[in-house]
T-cell receptor, first 116, second 113 residues
Framework: EAGVAQSPRYKIIEKRQSVAFWCNPISGHATLYWYQQILGQGPKLLIQ????????DSQLPKDRFSAERLKGVDSTLKIQPAKLEDSAVYLCASSSLSGRAYNEQFFGPGTRLTVL | GESVGLHLPTLSVQEGDNSIINCAYS??????FIWYKQESGKGPQFIID?????DKRQGQRVTVLLNKTVKHLSLQIAATQPGDSAVYFCAEKPTGGYQKVTFGTGTKLQVIP
C-alpha cells in the first residue's frame, strides 16, 4: 500500500513570496490533515478535511494560509505572503473513516520550508 | 485550555535496557491517548493508542500506561534497540469531534550501543 505522498520535499523562499505544497493521501482515506511542525515542537493541526469539506481550520492563519481539497483526494496548502515565522516542516496526514472514535493517522514525509 | 507536555526532552538508554517515556496531560475530556514515533527527516509514525477507559495496553515490545488520577501517560519500550532512537510524541484526542489530536512537544530517545 502506497503511503502519503508530499511534494516538494524542500523549499526555500524569501519572505513575502508565495509557496504551495501538494499532498496525495492514501487511497480511500476520507480524512486529510495538514500540520505545521516548527523545529523542536510537536505537529500543530492547521486544517482538517473530511472528503472535500473542511471540518476544522481553527488554527489556520487565514489571512495568509489557504488550503483546498478538490474532488476529495489530493490537497494543496498555500502560503501567500510568507513570513519568517512560517519556516517549518509541513506535514500531511490521512486517515480512514471506520466509525471508531479514533482512526490512526498516516503521515507523509513532510515539506521543509525555509523562509529567508 | 488543552495541553499535552512531556517531562524530559532527552532520554539516553543503553541498548537492551527498557525505556520509559512520560507524558502529562491536562484535558480530562479526552477519550484517546496516542503515542507517535518520529525519526529524523520523516513524518510521525503511529505506535500505539489507549482508550481513556483503559489503564494499560500492550503492543509489540511497547506498553502504554494511563493514570487518569494524576493525568499521566507513559510509554514503555522493552529491550530498547538502536532503531528505537527517535523523538516520541504523546497526543490526545478530545471526546467527540472529528478525530482532531493535540500533540505534545516530544522526547528524544537516544539509544547507546
Amino acid at each position: 500500500e502506497a503511503g502519503v505522498a508530499q511534494s516538494p520535499r524542500y523549499k526555500i523562499i524569501e519572505k513575502r513570496q508565495s509557496v504551495a505544497f501538494w499532498c496525495n493521501p492514501i487511497s480511500g482515506h476520507a480524512t486529510l490533515y495538514w500540520y505545521q511542525q516548527i523545529l523542536g515542537q510537536g505537529p500543530k493541526l492547521l486544517i482538517q478535511f473530511q472528503n472535500n469539506g473542511v471540518v476544522d481550520d481553527s488554527q489556520l492563519p487565514k489571512d495568509r494560509f489557504s488550503a483546498e481539497r478538490l474532488k476529495g483526494v489530493d490537497s494543496t496548502l498555500k502560503i501567500q505572503p510568507a513570513k519568517l515565522e512560517d519556516s517549518a516542516v509541513y506535514l500531511c496526514a490521512s486517515s480512514s473513516l471506520s466509525g471508531r472514535a479514533y482512526n490512526e493517522q498516516f503521515f507523509g514525509p513532510g515539506t521543509r520550508l525555509t523562509v529567508l | 485550555g488543552e495541553s499535552v507536555g512531556l517531562h524530559l526532552p532527552t532520554l539516553s538508554v543503553q541498548e537492551g535496557d527498557n525505556s520509559i517515556i512520560n507524558c502529562a496531560y491536562s484535558n480530562s475530556a479526552s477519550d484517546y491517548f496516542i503515542w507517535y514515533k518520529q525519526e529524523s527527516g520523516k513524518g510521525p509514525q503511529f505506535i500505539i493508542d489507549i482508550r481513556s477507559n483503559m489503564d494499560k495496553r500492550q503492543g509489540q515490545r511497547v506498553t502504554v500506561l494511563l493514570n487518569k488520577t494524576v493525568k499521566h501517560l507513559s510509554l514503555q519500550i522493552a529491550a530498547t534497540q538502536p532503531g528505537d532512537s527517535a523523538v516520541y510524541f504523546c497526543a490526545e484526542k478530545p471526546t467527540g469531534g472529528y478525530q482532531k489530536v493535540t500533540f505534545g512537544t516530544g522526547t528524544k530517545l537516544q539509544v547507546i550501543p
